[in-house]
């Protein structure tokens, strides 16, 4: 919001352009709206949007304030990159969670008032020094020499800012190994979910007997209630498709709904049957 | 005379004939384009293709639109409302904003007025169209997101680290560029490739964006977003009518749009399509680079891009996700930084008043660091052969000593059942 205060200075103290005003006061507003709305937003996905609103209208900003190059690096970065990987966390959690109201930290309250507070005054205090005390001079002439904004701001930050870039960047670094530090798994320290992986499972299943599926409920079944067998070309029941819990266990504890009736026998010739029984 | 001057005093009204110009230029191209690639997919296919409906069947892909503004237009009780209606939005109009840098042609007179085939130059024309596509990633996202269901959501999820890996490398694509021409404006890259193009001087970069703009714009192989195997339709699977309209629209502008700027980076923009031959070949029609020659010239090379765009989807196979990843995170973004180091080194070469013994030592020392690295890298470990493995590459594969059980005996129905455990046998004694 810093931004916004800066321009505000502008337009008290040097001579403002009627257009320089009218974007002030339109890109304003709405980062205005959008900062209260992702406060005041029921759903997290909907705040994020709000939020995405702000930083475009700070974006718009800084391209109105001649640095054309930090405006759409605000809008590459953060609006495209930070805020969608947001986005893509809060669409894993789900679209019908929203904020619970309970209380976990002890004093959370308090503290988050107090540092409010303070930020508050921080705040106040540099609107209050950028309105009196600094002079603006504008970007036109920074601009208008060397080779114009971006190459300016790369000979910036590639020589008297080069401590301070290279810094942040052995932070961002730092970050990603140990994010990646984090979420890898090696074989020994598998979750608890996986028992075995999918190649493994893969290898066993080709060295052992079948590398097929279990046969399920054969073509012709009548019900596709596993107590169904299922059939092999000659019309007989495949062995392997029968479920070991209903083989073992007593006809007359089932349920008569998984009682084989009527079997895979059903499909084999009449005279067959009859000679069974 | 600088593009950036030459447009600054432009009229309003200059202004929105241009806005209006690229806007029907883009809408026709897109028309054009779905006809084209349903002509060629079928010609790849061995079939015709639509030819029912105009000259040679041109008029289809307007029936079309039309057909689709008259559907009915449904909103599913469990989507987000505003979300909803919002998403096919925020997918258009960047889609339709980034065409605004892209330079169509040189210095031209319309109306009376000196003015450049191009609605804006910026000191940052790149940048631009990189913060467009990542905008335009929102309507995806958030179509998917507020459809309420499951297939949709897994598009969204799908595109947005798609997009995220893939913006990566066509950053890092771009970077060559930009030092080879020393500006972030698009007008000045085409002007820095007046006799030499990039697509060979950088080519690795090249191959890099093209690669990139693909995963970029969705397409096949690369349209995990919205795979119809897999998704049904991905992120648009609840949009209908004109809202879907608009997110066929945003794909098709958007591969104009990449395919414009791959033009405008590497193979030199508005100029004419021989201006890179050596030995003068370059000029030998001086006019045509001049007037409304290059629009023609623009246009001719952006359909051969998009040209390519069907031709990889007639082609190609979709990719699996953890090979898209794998190739966009340890492939195109570790061969670009080092591409960048190398040009880097090239550049400085080439620019500073550098004694040649200097150069030579640093090509040493370079040479050096490079061989000691890669003492660094581990040795690949030496595969154990007494394993066979089954399912080392990417696809599982039977091993070669794989016994195949003997096929089983033809058995008759009543012996085989007699043998066979309890269910049947009760089942017998009925």
Known sequence: ?277 | MKTADLLADDPIWLIIIKVVGIFVYLVVFTLFMIWLERRVVGRMQHRPGPNRVGPFGLLQSLADGLKLAFKEDIRPVLADKWVFFLAPVVSAVPALLAFSVIPLGGEVTMFGERTALQLADLPVGLLVVLACSSLGVYGIVLAGWASGSPYPLLGALRSAAQVISYEIAMGLSIVAVVMYSGSMSTSDIVLAQKDNWFFYLLPLSFLIYLVSMVGETNRAPFDLAEAESELVGGFHTEYSSLKFALFFLAEYINMVTVSGLATTMFFGGWYAPWRFLPFGLGEVWAGADTGWWPLLWFTLKTLGFLFLFIWLRGTLPRFRYDQFMKLGWKVLVPVSLVWILGVTAVRVMQREELSTTFKLVAVLIGVTVIVLISFLIPDRPERDTTIVRTAGSDYPLPPPDLRVPAAPKRRLAAAATAKLPSATKEDGDV
């Open chain 1, 1 to 277: 919001m810093s931004s916004v205060f800066v321009t505000q200075a502008v337009v008290d103290a040097g001579p403002v352009s009627m257009g320089e005003q009218v974007a002030f006061y339109v890109l304003g507003t709405g980062s205005l709206i959008g900062a209260l709305g992702m406060l005041f937003a029921r759903n997290a996905v909907h705040s994020a949007l709000w939020l995405v609103l702000t930083m475009l209208n700070l974006g718009v900003l800084y391209m109105v304030g001649q640095a054309p190059f930090l405006g759409f690096v605000q809008i590459i970065v953060y609006t495209g990159a930070i805020m969608m990987l947001f986005l893509f966390v809060l669409m894993m959690v789900g679209r019908e969670s929203s904020d619970s109201v309970v209380e976990v930290l002890r004093g959370q309250r308090l503290a988050a008032g107090v540092i409010g507070l303070g930020f508050a005054g921080l705040l106040v205090a540099a609107l209050v020094r950028s309105l009196t005390q600094v002079k603006p001079i504008g970007l036109a002439q920074p601009n208008a020499q060397g080779g114009g904004n971006v190459a300016n701001v790369g000979k910036l930050i590639f020589t008297d800012y080069l401590f301070a870039f290279e810094l942040t960047s052995a932070l961002l670094i730092t970050a990603a190994i140990g994010a990646m530090v984090l979420a890898f798994n090696e074989k020994r320290r598998r979750p608890a979910y996986a028992k075995s992986l999918q190649q493994e499972l893969v290898e066993a299943r080709f060295q052992g007997n079948r590398p097929s599926p279990l046969p399920g409920p054969g073509v012709f079944a009548t019900a596709n209630s596993v107590a169904t067998p299922a059939l092999l070309p000659d019309g007989s029941v495949a062995p392997e498709s029968l479920s070991e819990v209903i083989e073992s266990t007593a006809r007359e504890r089932l349920d008569p709904d998984l009682l084989p009736e009527p079997d895979a026998h059903a499909l084999t010739a009449p005279e067959q049957r009859e000679g069974e029984s």
